[in-house]
């Protein structure tokens, strides 16, 4: 089983900018889908954005369209999540997932490993 390694997260300002990692291998992933989700204190997870290991294809949640970028370096393996203009309510532990079904980018079901989560806080 490949688990992701996150890496970046921290405390920040709202306004702010902030660009977490998510390294994975053992797996092929040409056929595969990679994504970020949060969770919030007494929340569920939700889906942030994911992208497609081959063509790069992206998908965003509405609450962070135009602020938050998701790219993968093929080379390495690794997949980033660039965070600008950071909110508290953007606040959680932020999970990197791989291993998704592309057709199905936003349900976190159809992810086979996930990382342990990075926490990522942002005060007002």
């Known amino acids: 089983q490949v688990r992701p390694v996150e890496s970046g997260g921290g405390l920040v300002q709202a306004g702010d900018s902030l660009r977490v990692?998510?390294?994975a291998s053992g797996r092929t992933f040409s056929t595969y889908a990679m994504a970020w989700f949060r969770q919030a204190p007494g929340r569920e997870r939700d889906f942030v954005a994911a992208i497609t290991w081959f063509a790069g294809r992206t998908h965003?949640?509405?609450s962070v369209k135009g602020r938050f970028t998701i790219t993968r370096n093929?080379?390495?393996n690794t997949?980033?999540?660039q965070m600008n203009s950071?909110?508290?309510e953007d606040t959680g532990l932020y999970y990197c997932a791989s291993g998704?079904?592309?057709h199905a980018m936003m349900d976190a079901s159809e992810y086979d490993d996930w990382g342990q989560g990075t926490q990522v806080t942002v005060s007002s």
Do not use: K, R, W
Request: glycine share 6%; with cysteine; aromatic share 12%.
């Open 21 to 23: 990692s998510c390294t």
């Open 60 to 62: 965003y949640a509405d």
């Open 79 to 81: 997949v980033y999540l």
């Open 86 to 88: 950071l909110q508290p």
């Open 100 to 102: 998704g079904n592309v």
């Open 74 to 76: 093929t080379a390495d």
